[in-house]
C-alpha cells in the first residue's frame, strides 16, 4: 500500500544548497582560504619540527600536567607512533584535528556563552546539537563536497559539525553552573556584563570548558577516516586505503597510530582539566 | 545631646513575588491571605518571597532582618540592591530612588555605596586573597597601585595581614569571610549588606567574628543591614531588629523592644528563653527624678517635710545644672531632732554614710543589679553630661527582676 503523501524534502534540501552556492559563492572561498590558511600554518609546524623535539615537548607537557606515569605512556606511545612508521601521517592528522578544535573552540565558546545567558536561543540550539551529534556524520559530507570541493578543508569542516556540540554544552553548562552566590557578588559590586562573564563566569567555568574541550578532540579523532573520504590526509586515508586494497596490516598499524595519539592527546587534557577542577574546587 | 537621626535606607511596602503574573497575587492578597504555600503555588504559580515590608535604616546604625529561613529575609535584602527586583514598592537611599534606576545608573550606585557579604563568603577561588578584596576596586576601574593598596588596608583591617598572596581555599571558614568582609569594605562603601554572613560559622568563632564586627564597625562608621537566623545574634549587635514570618515583617524595634515587649505570639515564643536581665537598661525601669530630687539651699526643716510627705528614705541634693551633689538619709537627718532647721544641712547630717551610685541610661538591669547590691540608696541615672536624668529604686530592680 502507498503512502497518501510524499515530502520531498531532498529535493528541497538540493534547491537550498544549490541557491546557496549560487549566490555566495564568494563566502564559500572565502571560508575555504581561512580554513586552509590554518590547516597549513599548523601543518606545515608539526611536519616542521624534528620528531625527537615533538617527543620531547608533548612528553614534558603531560609530566608537568598529569604526573610521571603519564609521561612515561607518552613517550612510548609516540615512540611507537613513529616506529610503525606512521609519524608523518600521524602529524598530519594532529594538524588536521588541531585545526578542527581550534575552529570548534573559536566558535564553541562564544555560541555556548550565549546560550547560557539567554534561554530562548539555548531551547532552539538544543534540537540542532542533537541533530549534528546524531545524524550520520557521512550525511554532511556532501554538502560539504558540494560547497568545498574534496581535500583537507570539507574533511575538517565536517569534522567541526560533528565535534562543536560538546565544546557549546559544556561551555554553556559550565557557566550555569557557576555558584549563584559568587555570581550575585559579582553584581552586588557593580559588574557590567562582560566583567562578570570574564571576571567570575568564564573563569569558574574553565574546568567544564576544558572537559568540553577533551571532547571535541576524541570526537575529531574518531571523524579522521570519515573526513578521509573526502579527501583529507593523514592517518585517516592510510586507513580507507587499507580498507579499500584490504591491506589487513596496514590498517592495523594506522589504527594504532591513531589510538597512541588519542591516549596521549586524552591523557593531557584531562590533566589539564583535573588541575583546573583542583585548583576551583578546593574549598 | 541627640542629634535627630538620619534616614539612610527607606523601604516602602516592598513585594517580591517569584513566578508569572505576581501583580495577580498583590492586587488579590486578601484572598490568598488564608491559602497555605503550597496550595497558592498550585493554584498562581507564584511564591511570594517577602511582601508588605515598611522600615527603615538610620545612618550609622546596624539593622537585623531576622527570621526563621524561608522568612523572605535575604529576599528583602537583594530587594534593596535590586539583585532581585522587586515586585511592587519603593527602597530609597538617601533619599534615592533605587527602584526607578537605570541598569546603568544602579552599577554606579552599587559601586559606590553599597558593599555586600554573602553567607558562603562567595570568593573568586582562582584568585589570591589581594586580588579578591580588590575585586569591587577593579571593577570600577581603579588602577592597580591604588586599589592593591587600598585592598591591603582593608585585609589588614580584618586582621588577615601576610595572607593577600594566600588562596581562599587555605584559609578556614572565618578567614574566608573576613576575605568577604574585606572585600566589602575595601570599596569604602556607606552601606553594608550582610547576608546571614556569620551563619555558616561554627559557634565559637561566629561569637568572637560577631564581637570583632561590632569593634571594627564603630571604626569604620558604616550603616548596615544585618541577615540573620539567629536571635542572639541580631540581639546582640543590632539597633534595630525586624523580626520576620512569612515574608512579612511582624516586629520591628530595638532589641530590648522585642525582649521585653513581645507584640505577636510569634516574637513572644521567640524571645521567651532569653536572659532579659540583658536587655532591660535603666531605661526602661527608672522613675522622674522630680519626688526624689532637693534643692541645695532647701534648709533642714524643709528637707525634712519633704521627705515626710514624699515618704522617702533617701532624697538627693542636685545643683541648678541637676547635677546631684549630695544624698540624703531620713533617718540620720532627723535623728535626735533637727539641729538647725532654718539652716541647710550640714556636711555630717546630710552625708548618709552610703556612696552615691551612678549609672548611664543604657546600662542594663545585670548591671544595674550588681551595682545596686553595693548599697540601699536608690541609683541615680546621668546622661552624658551629669545630670540626672532618672531615680531607680531598688524596688523597681527586685519588680524587674522577678518580671525576667
Known amino acids: ?283 | 545631646m541627640a542629634e535627630e537621626a538620619k534616614t539612610k535606607i527607606l523601604c516602602e511596602d516592598i513585594w517580591k513575588v517569584f513566578g508569572k503574573e505576581p501583580q495577580r497575587i498583590i492586587n488579590n492578597w486578601d484572598t490568598y491571605k488564608e491559602m497555605d504555600k503550597v496550595k497558592r503555588l498550585k493554584e498562581t504559580g507564584c511564591v511570594v518571597g517577602t511582601r508588605h515590608a515598611t522600615f527603615k535604616v538610620e545612618l550609622g546604625e546596624i539593622y537585623c532582618l531576622m527570621g526563621l529561613s524561608g522568612s523572605g529575609k535575604s529576599t528583602l535584602l537583594r530587594c534593596i540592591n535590586r539583585l532581585h527586583e522587586p515586585t511592587h514598592g519603593k527602597v530609597f537611599i538617601d533619599d534615592m530612588d533605587i527602584t526607578s534606576l537605570s541598569q546603568q545608573d544602579l552599577r554606579e550606585m552599587r559601586r559606590a555605596k553599597t558593599g555586600m557579604v554573602f553567607q558562603h563568603f562567595a570568593l573568586l577561588p582562582h584568585r589570591r586573597l589581594l586580588r579578591n578584596a580588590a575585586f569591587g576596586l577593579e571593577v570600577q576601574g581603579v588602577d592597580k597601585k591604588e586599589r592593591e593598596k587600598r585592598a591591603l588596608d582593608a585585609l589588614e583591617l580584618v586582621g588577615l595581614k601576610g595572607w593577600e598572596k594566600s588562596y581562599p581555599y587555605e584559609l578556614s571558614g572565618g578567614m574566608q569571610q573576613r576575605v568577604g568582609l574585606a572585600r566589602a569594605l575595601a570599596t569604602d562603601p556607606e552601606i553594608l549588606l550582610m547576608d546571614e554572613a556569620f551563619s555558616a560559622l561554627d559557634p565559637l568563632i561566629r561569637r568572637q567574628m560577631q564581637d570583632e564586627f561590632v569593634k571594627l564597625i564603630k571604626k569604620v562608621k558604616k550603616t548596615i543591614i544585618f541577615v540573620t537566623h539567629d536571635l542572639n545574634e541580631a540581639l546582640r549587635i543590632a539597633g534595630h531588629v525586624a523580626v520576620m514570618k512569612d515574608g512579612a515583617i511582624v516586629q520591628q524595634g530595638t532589641p530590648a523592644d522585642i525582649v521585653l515587649h513581645p507584640e505577636t505570639d510569634y516574637v513572644a515564643e521567640f524571645v521567651q528563653d532569653l536572659p532579659k536581665t540583658k536587655f532591660i537598661t535603666a531605661a526602661d525601669i527608672m522613675e522622674k527624678p522630680d519626688k526624689w530630687v532637693l534643692k541645695s539651699d532647701d534648709t533642714s526643716g524643709v528637707i525634712a517635710h519633704k521627705m515626710d510627705q514624699r515618704e522617702l528614705r533617701f532624697a538627693f541634693i542636685i545643683d541648678e545644672n541637676q547635677r546631684v551633689l549630695n544624698v540624703v538619709d531620713y533617718f540620720r537627718l532627723t535623728s535626735g531632732g533637727l539641729k538647725t532647721p532654718e539652716a541647710p544641712p550640714t556636711e555630717e547630717e546630710s552625708n548618709s554614710n552610703f556612696p552615691i551610685l551612678a549609672a548611664a541610661a543604657d546600662t542594663f538591669l545585670e548591671g544595674l543589679l550588681s551595682e545596686g547590691a553595693k548599697s540601699k540608696v536608690p541609683i541615680v541615672i546621668n546622661d552624658s553630661d551629669g545630670c540626672v536624668i532618672g531615680i531607680i529604686p531598688r524596688e523597681n530592680l527586685l519588680t524587674a527582676l522577678a518580671s525576667a
Open chain 1, 1 to 283: 500500500m502507498d503512502f497518501p503523501f510524499r515530502i520531498h524534502i531532498g529535493r528541497w534540501a538540493e534547491v537550498i544548497v544549490e541557491w546557496l552556492l549560487e549566490h555566495f559563492e564568494g563566502v564559500f572561498d572565502v571560508i575555504k582560504a581561512i580554513v586552509e590558511f590554518i590547516l597549513i600554518q599548523i601543518d606545515a609546524f608539526f611536519t616542521w619540527v624534528p620528531w625527537p623535539i615533538t617527543i620531547i615537548a608533548l612528553t614534558f607537557i603531560a609530566w608537568r600536567v598529569s604526573g610521571r606515569k603519564v609521561a612515561v605512556m607518552t613517550v612510548v606511545c609516540l615512540f611507537l607512533l613513529g616506529s610503525l612508521g606512521m609519524w608523518t601521517e600521524g602529524m598530519s592528522t594532529m594538524a588536521l584535528v588541531a585545526t578542527a578544535v581550534f575552529i570548534s573552540v573559536l566558535f564553541g565558546l562564544p555560541v555556548g556563552v550565549f546560550s547560557a545567558k539567554s534561554p530562548n536561543f539555548d531551547a532552539v540550539l538544543k534540537p540542532i546539537l542533537d541533530g549534528m551529534q546524531t545524524i550520520p556524520s557521512f550525511v554532511y559530507l556532501i554538502p560539504a563536497i558540494m560547497f568545498f570541493g574534496i581535500g583537507n578543508v570539507p574533511g575538517i569542516l565536517a569534522t567541526v559539525i560533528f565535534a562543536i556540540p560538546p565544546m557549546v554544552r559544556l561551555t554553556s553548562l559550565g557557566i550555569q553552573q557557576v555558584d549563584t552566590e559568587v555570581v550575585e557578588a559579582g553584581h552586588a559590586f557593580g559588574c557590567t556584563p562582560w566583567q562578570l562573564l570574564l571576571n567570575i563566569q568564564l573563569p569558574l567555568a574553565v574546568p567544564s570548558i576544558m572537559a568540553g574541550v577533551n571532547q571535541t578532540v576524541m570526537m575529531a579523532l574518531s571523524m579522521v577516516v570519515v573526513a578521509a573520504m573526502i579527501g583529507a590526509g593523514g592517518l585517516g586515508s592510510k586507513i580507507l586505503y587499507s580498507i579499500q586494497r584490504i591491506d589487513l596490516g596496514m590498517g592495523i598499524e594506522a589504527g594504532l597510530g591513531i589510538l597512541f595519539i588519542a591516549m596521549v592527546l586524552d591523557r593531557i587534557l584531562q590533566g589539564i582539566t583535573k588541575k583546573q577542577q583542583q585548583a576551583l574546587l578546593k574549598k
